[in-house]
């Protein structure tokens, strides 16, 4: 390979980077909404011809759903947006790696590009407990990019989990029931 087209590569590879990080910055917005609402801070964006064409975050507790992830809110929207089930020529962003039922739906929306923030080792399905998206049994593998703004990602998460383990131990303790 020419010594150009290494250049060209690198260049390329760094303009992919930053492009990645601008809209991870997005996703992290998203998350910061989850945290106001006392949520699991997630948050992530769905990008077509670099444009975000969709948002969500994380509501699991406020709308008392299980279903309701951020992932799984964005890609509603984003199908919705493009009057389309099928966002193949989309890259999804979230702070978070999905879990199984996230990176189920992304398969099958056969998005194109999944960029991670952090991992998440006991729970994630893009790598960690298993690589949902880079089945090669299935009809569809999403590329996949991790680890990006993923000091941001992880210290949000670390810094939601710190304050609500200090919220427990001021919590006054409730009486105990007379045995
Ligand atoms: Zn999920």
Redesign the pocket.
């Known amino acids: 390979m020419g010594r150009e087209t290494l250049e060209t590569e690198k260049e390329l590879r760094s303009l992919q980077r930053k492009t990645d990080e601008k809209y991870m910055k997005e996703a992290l917005k998203q998350a910061k909404k989850a945290y106001a609402l006392e949520e699991t801070p997630i948050g992530c964006v769905i990008v077509r011809d670099n444009r975000i064409i969709a948002r969500g975050y994380n509501r699991r507790n406020t709308d008392k759903s299980p279903l309701a ?1 951020a ?1 799984i809110a964005a890609i509603k929207r984003a199908s919705k947006k493009t009057g389309d089930w099928r966002l193949e020529d989309c890259t999804l962003y979230v702070t978070l790696e ?2 199984q ?2 990176a189920g739906a992304i398969v099958q929306a056969r998005m194109k590009r999944v960029v991670v923030g952090c991992m998440n080792p006991k729970a994630g399905c893009a790598g960690s407990v298993l690589n949902l998206l880079q089945m090669e049994a299935f009809n569809h593998q999403a590329a996949l990019t991790t680890g990006i703004l993923e000091e941001e990602c992880s210290q949000m998460m670390k810094q939601f989990f710190k304050e609500l383990r200090e919220k427990k131990t001021l919590r006054p303790k409730q009486p105990k029931e007379t045995e």
């Open positions: 992830h992932e999905p879990c039922m996230c």
